[in-house]
Nanobody, 116 residues
């Protein structure tokens, strides 16, 4: 079992920045890829970014490339999503996710609201 808890969401003006955190607990000794997803009101949940255990492989959705940066501190079992140059369309609930031994683990999400 792995538990994921997101934090760091809030209200920010367009053009501003926020850093989200994802604290993992439980079977964190297993090497896992960390993902961030988001779900805007009335829309499907979508992939935002991912990072391998070592940090050597990262992927980003085209919509956030150059603005968002994913990182992780394995010693602290914490992942991060640094978001800059935020746009109104980045407003969403942001979730961290991982898959370990065939099981999906989602956090409960943190709300990011970008005001125009």
């Amino acid at each position: 079992q792995v538990q994921l808890v997101e934090s760091g969401g809030g209200v920010v003006q367009a053009g501003g920045s926020l850093r989200l955190s994802c604290a993992a607990s439980g079977r964190t000794s297993i090497r896992y890829t960390l993902y961030w997803f988001r779900q805007a009101p009335g829309k499907e949940r979508e992939f935002v970014a991912s990072m391998s255990w070592s940090g050597g492989v990262t992927n980003y959705a085209d919509s956030v490339k150059g603005r968002f940066t994913i990182s992780r501190d394995n010693a602290q079992n914490t992942g991060y999503l640094q978001m800059s140059s935020l746009k109104f369309e980045d407003t969403a609930v942001y979730y961290c996710y991982t898959k370990i031994l065939g099981s999906d683990y989602w956090g409960k999400g943190t709300l990011v609201t970008v005001s125009s």
